[in-house]
């Protein structure tokens, strides 16, 4: 998925956008995906076994983009912002299990991949200048809860139980100023809030107050993974 919003570009004669309040641009992304897989065998016969196998697998590819490019923006009695929000929440349950007069054999695997862009940005020849603040703000928040769990029961020979969980992650978070634009910030106006790059104990982001030009990027990764196999 593309969520994407800018200001590029300027109309005939070089003019570009003129504000008397404020410019915000905000791309929020914010996926939410719960995903549980169970399998269970059973057998009962004379020969062969149970088996059971669980396989559950989450893929998120998202970009998130918010910035100004070869433009000119001013706004005379405010601030100027560009914000890149992504929020991924997943939580993904695989849960297998076997019962075998022989033999048992259960597995369960829980997958997740994310592959995420999250920037925000001022580039090409851009004129930005505000009365207040000029910000851009990139922000990845990433929360997934991965459980495998197994159990095998065998009233013959044996019986085997396999769990594996797995998060790749491979994401960019950018917030930028390019070396061709121009930027001004006069801090006449209240404060805007940016990211500090903590949290408090709730899970919130902690921002503070600032005034003048900013660029600022956090990324968070907070996993829980468990696999248990009987």
């Known amino acids: 998925a593309n969520t994407s919003v800018y200001i590029s570009g300027k109309k005939s004669g070089g003019?570009?956008?003129?504000?008397?309040g404020g410019v915000t641009l905000l791309a929020h992304d914010d996926p939410d995906i719960i995903?549980?897989?169970?399998?269970?065998?059973?057998?009962?016969?004379?020969?062969?076994g149970g088996v059971g196998i669980a396989f559950s697998y989450n893929e998120i590819d998202d970009d998130v983009f918010a910035y100004f490019d070869n433009t000119t923006v001013n706004s005379?009695?405010?601030?100027?912002?560009?914000?890149?929000?992504?929020?991924?929440?997943?939580?993904?349950?695989?849960?297998?299990?076997a019962v075998g007069n022989k033999a048992g054999g259960a597995g369960s695997f829980s997958v997740n991949k994310l592959t995420n862009n999250t920037k925000a940005y001022i580039d090409g020849v851009s004129t930005i200048s505000a009365d207040g603040s000029v910000a851009v703000q990139a922000l990845d928040d990433m929360s997934i809860v991965t459980i495998a769990g197994s159990l095998a029961i065998s009233f013959g020979f044996g019986a085997v139980g396999i769990a594996n969980t797995d998060v790749i992650t491979d994401n960019d978070v950018w917030a930028y100023i390019g070396d061709n634009s121009h930027v001004?910030?006069?801090?006449?106006?209240?404060?805007?809030?940016?990211?500090?790059?903590?949290?408090?104990?709730?899970?919130?982001?902690?921002?503070?107050?600032?005034?003048?030009?900013?660029?600022?990027?956090?990324?968070?990764?907070?996993?829980?993974?468990?696999?248990?196999?009987?």
Request: no cysteine.
């Open 184 to 230: 001004s910030a006069r801090s006449n106006q209240t404060a805007i809030n940016i990211y500090t790059g903590d949290k408090n104990d709730n899970g919130d982001q902690i921002t503070q107050s600032f005034s003048g030009v900013a660029a600022v990027a956090v990324s968070y990764e907070d996993m829980v993974s468990i696999a248990i196999a009987g």
């Open 35 to 48: 995903t549980i897989a169970g399998a269970l065998g059973f057998q009962f016969e004379e020969r062969g």
């Open 76 to 97: 005379s009695n405010g601030n100027v912002t560009a914000k890149a929000v992504q929020l991924a929440n997943i939580v993904n349950i695989a849960i297998g299990g």
């Open 15 to 20: 003019k570009g956008i003129e504000a008397a």
